[in-house]
């Protein structure tokens, strides 16, 4: 019986790196939203060859993109807002989450999600998705988040981080909850 090749998938920050296609042996997989996250205009110019080794990469079927299916970023809504990091996460980010558990479920194989981002990591140790992070240290243990109001200390729903505490006016945050 053949093994299944290992398949990696790149969060913007990975590709903002430089990375090096060609030294890359695994299938690599990223969403269109992701790819847009990089093309952000005022770092065009600074992203250019980035761009170019991304293009490339696409050319020559290095790099594969493609949107999850809904059902899995529906799910992935539902359990970043269980943890508490649905407002930290961007869209893209929560399709990129979605589209590795949609390729583990569907395809199987040795699948990792690289991202030097803390809360997909999080979501990802929820679901139980190797991850990895480049040049920064990854999370150590999973986190549930409490979405509160530093002021009057009033508790919120995960959907409402980064909003105004509707009794004080702060902004409200987010703490690891005991």
């Given at each position: 019986?053949?093994?299944?090749?290992?398949?990696?998938i790149f969060d913007a920050n990975i590709f903002?790196?430089?990375?090096?296609?060609?030294?890359?042996?695994?299938?690599?997989?990223?969403?269109?939203?992701?790819?847009?996250?990089?093309?952000?205009?005022?770092?065009?110019?600074?992203?250019?060859?980035?761009?170019?080794?991304?293009?490339?990469?696409?050319?020559?079927?290095?790099?594969?993109?493609?949107?999850p299916q809904n059902e899995f970023i529906i799910?992935?809504?539902?359990?970043?807002?269980?943890?508490?990091?649905?407002?930290?996460?961007?869209?893209?980010?929560?399709?990129?989450?979605?589209?590795?558990?949609?390729?583990?479920?569907?395809?199987?194989?040795?699948?990792?999600?690289?991202?030097?981002?803390?809360?997909?990591?999080?979501?990802?140790?929820?679901?139980?998705?190797?991850?990895?992070?480049?040049?920064?240290?990854?999370?150590?243990?999973?986190?549930?988040w409490e979405i509160y109001c530093p002021q009057?200390?009033?508790?919120?729903?995960?959907?409402?981080?980064?909003?105004?505490?509707?009794?004080?006016?702060?902004?409200?945050?987010?703490?690891?909850?005991?």
């Amino acid at each position: 019986m053949k093994e299944k090749a290992s398949i990696y998938i790149f969060d913007a920050n990975i590709f903002l790196t430089g990375l090096d296609f060609n030294i890359i042996e695994a299938t690599i997989y990223t969403t269109p939203s992701i790819i847009e996250e990089v093309k952000v205009s005022k770092f065009e110019e600074k992203n250019r060859n980035i761009l170019n080794k991304i293009n490339v990469a696409i050319e020559s079927k290095k790099l594969n993109l493609k949107i999850p299916q809904n059902e899995f970023i529906i799910k992935i809504r539902e359990i970043s807002k269980k943890t508490g990091d649905f407002n930290a996460l961007s869209e893209a980010d929560k399709e990129l989450i979605a589209l590795t558990l949609e390729l583990k479920e569907k395809q199987g194989g040795d699948i990792k999600i690289y991202s030097n981002d803390y809360s997909i990591e999080n979501v990802c140790s929820e679901l139980g998705i190797p991850f990895s992070s480049l040049y920064k240290d990854g999370i150590a243990s999973k986190i549930i988040w409490e979405i509160y109001c530093p002021q009057c200390k009033n508790i919120y729903k995960a959907e409402e981080l980064n909003k105004v505490c509707e009794i004080c006016g702060s902004k409200i945050r987010r703490r690891p909850k005991k």
